[in-house]
């Protein structure tokens, strides 16, 4: 790239000198790119910024917040510089300060409250697991619709079907179709079954005199559920269950290493 102008988001960032970090911008054009530029850009706007370098770290340089989305209310002349907001996180902390200069009042509504942890969640996910200079601009819009829900007013339930919605999107983009209509064997799904679920192998019957501990009860579905989620799909009465679905191959791909996002999530709750 020389001087390639990129319009993205950031997803993830770490400290890399004293006045510059090291970005990973989920971008429309290329996917996640790696660079390094001038700290203090922020997360959850979509930016503007040019890219230069052959090899897998860029430099980044001209960032700045997007043009306002021409359905915004506000409007301005010019885009704000990345230096006249602070930084939003830290690696430590993960969690979004507020700016010196409100540029979200201005352009874009921001992501607050518990609707933060989710945002961050999503970010991590999406660093972690799409490879690098992979265009993916199907999931990159889906990724920016995801953001726009989170800014609005969203009940618990709403806001799990926002991400399980995403996770959906994820997935196909990655290449896992899950086939939940048939099991390991490739026989059909029946109603009064109970099947365990297992990321490398999909679902596999087990009978009903199998003790199941705690640890693997939430990889079991009765064969009613599994027929259920297929027919109506992500939808409020199915939740439940493609949460624990969803997660345990989150958790695959990820290797079972933890998610910071998440255990952020589980304090937060645990201190209300």
């Known amino acids: 790239m020389r001087n390639e102008a990129l319009t993205g988001y ?11 970090a090291l970005y990973y911008l989920f971008s429309e054009q290329y996917g996640v790119v790696h660079g390094i530029g001038k700290k203090g850009a922020p997360l959850f706007v979509p930016l503007q910024l040019f890219a230069t370098g052959k090899r897998d ?10 043009q306002i989305p021409s359905n915004s209310n506000s409007h301005s002349d010019s885009a704000p510089k990345v230096d006249q907001v602070s930084s939003p996180m830290s ?7 507020d700016t010196k200069d409100p540029i979200n009042e201005l352009s874009y509504k921001q992501i607050t409250g ?27 819009h ?4 995801s953001l ?6 969203l009940t618990a339930d709403e806001l799990r079907l ?24 490739l026989n059909a799904i ?24 705690n640890a693997t009860a939430q990889s079991v579905f009765e064969g009613e559920e599994i027929i259920k989620m297929v027919e109506q799909g992500v939808v409020l009465d199915t939740l439940s269950n493609w949460s624990r679905l969803y997660r345990q191959l989150i958790d695959h791909l990820l290797d079972y290493q933890p998610l910071q996002s998440r255990l952020l999530w589980q304090q937060q709750q645990r201190y209300q």
């Open 57 to 66: 770290l860029k430099t980044f340089s001209q960032i700045n917040i997007a």
């Open 148 to 153: 726009e829900q989170l800014k609005q007013p």
């Open 190 to 213: 029946e109603p009064d079954m109970t099947y365990r679920f297992l990321p490398d192998a999909g679902l596999v019957p087990i009978v009903h005199t199998e003790a199941t501990t």
């Open 10 to 20: 950031l997803l993830h960032q770490r400290s890399y000198q004293e006045k510059r």
């Open 91 to 97: 690696e430590q902390e993960l969690v979004v300060k």
């Open 114 to 140: 518990q609707h933060q942890y989710a945002a961050l969640y999503l970010n991590e996910i999406l660093w972690r697991l799409l490879p690098t200079e992979d265009p993916m601009p199907v999931l990159w």
């Open 142 to 145: 889906h990724y920016q619709n």
């Open 162 to 185: 926002c991400l399980r919605h995403f996770e959906q999107h994820l997935f196909t983009e990655l290449g896992f179709s899950l086939t939940l209509e048939q099991d390991n064997m």
